[in-house]
């Protein structure tokens, strides 16, 4: 079993941060290609950030500049810091890996629960 447990959501007023964070536990392998994804009422779940295991980077040009995502391999666990939020950044964020659960199969992605973060303006 494969779990990815989100926290760090919340209220903030607008050029607030907050920081997200998504620990993965379970029985795994290897886990690949780490990211955040946002859905905002009425709209499409989008990226946000992701990031390789190689540490590259790759975000959405709506927060670039403003958001940083980051990992911890030791502990399985992804960040996103969110500086100078905006009340358009307001949506439920989703974390999500692509993790292989042992070496003879391939690799799948896992997704958390989602964590609302809310920016007032």
């Known amino acids: 079993q494969v779990r990815l447990v989100e926290s760090g959501g919340g209220l903030v007023q607008a050029g607030g941060s907050l920081t997200l964070s998504c620990t993965v536990s379970?029985?795994?392998?290897?886990?690949?290609?780490m990211g955040w994804y946002r859905q905002a009422p009425g709209k499409q779940r989008e990226l946000v950030a992701a990031?390789?295991?190689?540490?590259?980077?790759n975000y959405a040009d709506s927060v670039k500049g403003r958001f940083t995502i980051s990992r911890d391999n030791a502990n399985n666990t992804v960040y996103l810091q969110m500086n100078s939020l905006k009340p358009e950044d307001t949506a439920v964020y989703y974390c999500?890996?692509?993790?292989?659960?042992?070496?003879?199969?391939?690799?799948?992605?896992?997704w958390g629960q989602g964590t609302q973060v809310t920016v007032s303006s």
């Open positions: 999500n890996a692509n993790i292989r659960r042992t070496s003879w199969i391939k690799s799948y992605d896992y």
């Open positions: 990031i390789a295991r190689g540490d590259s980077t």
């Open positions: 379970g029985s795994i392998f290897e886990i690949n290609t």
